[in-house]
């Protein structure tokens, strides 16, 4: 009698793993929905599109990437929170919907500690330090000194309040003790022509958005805020070099999955994002748009949530930036 408890136990024990396999192997089981909350043509759109195409190769699978803008990214990373966790939903985010919001609005749709897990950092993308050519500055350390000297005089533009384009300039104009006057816009672009008229003075905006307008002579290119030189913009230094050590503001992009979706289909998405990062044409691809591949770990993706939520909380406090 022990005996055959004791096997009808194992037994029990292994159907759950067996089934648990089965859904890894399995996965998917037919077109995967890739969620991303920004619009057509964004740079989470372009990333999304360019690994959704390798991943459909790879998986024998269409990837129907599905974009839900609205509500500084909540709406769609919302739409990935509440998908059912069966691997069949994917995301693509940043840092905004996935960390920073929570301290922006007073009360979010999801949590996004509990309601998604992440995958992988996929790619970052350096935000860029420009300037207007009217602006007497051609490198950070004569910005700094402008500032100083007249505190309340210029104005930066930003892809909207509580993005990190904006959170980054007031952190920077706060190295200066300085009063900027910030000017929202409702993308990039917009930021990015209101700094070539003169409109305003200067912005940290995306590198795929502002490179074009730096080669054409157009704005200056003082400075990058990220932590080291990016691969794709290696003559651009960083703010650290330039004087500012802690100021950093990357553009990365990341996928993320609903919580509870089962780990090993978690565990097969993530081996595929990395091998199809670590592909050759892929990575060029990433260059030619000023991003860097990243494919971090899970555990890794946390923590750099973590560190933007205590980077940005003192500054969103300080500044009273509230998207309510």
């Not at 420009?130 to 100083?148: H, T």
């Not at 533009?157 to 920077?172: I, P, Q, R």
Request: glycine content about 6%; hydrophobic content about 45%; overall charge positive.
């Amino acid at each position: 009698m022990h005996r055959r408890h004791c096997l009808r136990w194992i037994a029990c024990c292994a159907i759950p793993l067996l089934a648990s396999s089965a859904r890894a192997e399995d996965w998917p089981k037919g077109p995967v929905r890739v969620i991303v909350p920004y619009a057509a043509g964004s740079t989470p759109d372009l990333l999304a599109r360019l690994v959704s195409e390798r991943l459909a190769t790879r998986l024998g699978k269409p990837m129907v990437v599905d974009n839900k803008q609205g509500a500084a990214g909540n709406l769609g990373t919302d739409a990935i929170a509440k998908a059912a966790p069966d691997g069949q939903t994917i995301g693509v985010s940043i840092a905004g919907p996935l960390a920073v919001n929570a301290l922006l609005f007073k009360k979010m749709p999801y949590d996004p500690a509990k309601d998604l897990e992440p995958v992988t950092i996929a790619a970052t993308q350096p935000a860029v330090l420009i300037v207007s050519n009217k602006i007497a500055a051609s490198n950070l350390a004569d910005l700094l000194g402008l500032l100083k000297k007249n505190p309340k005089k210029y104005s930066f533009s930003s892809m909207g309040a509580g993005t990190v384009s904006h959170l980054g300039m007031e952190a920077l104009a706060s190295r200066a003790d300085a009063d900027l006057v910030h000017v929202p816009y409702s993308g990039s672009g917009f930021a990015v022509t209101a700094v070539i008229s003169g409109e305003v003075d200067m912005a940290l905006l995306p590198a795929a958005t502002v490179m074009p307008q730096m080669k054409a002579g157009k704005v200056k290119g003082l400075a990058i805020a990220s932590a080291q030189r990016s691969a794709s913009l290696p003559d651009l230094p960083t703010l650290a070099e330039s004087g500012v050590a802690d100021v950093q503001a990357d553009a990365w992009i990341g996928f993320v999955v609903p919580a509870r979706t089962p780990a090993e289909i978690t565990k097969r998405l993530h081996s595929e994002l990395v091998q199809i990062l670590a592909e050759p044409a892929i990575r060029e691809k990433l260059r030619l748009a000023y991003m860097d591949p990243v494919a971090n770990s899970p555990a890794e993706f946390r923590s750099v949530l973590a560190a933007d939520l205590a980077r940005w909380k003192p500054v969103i406090q300080k500044h009273n930036i509230t998207l309510d």
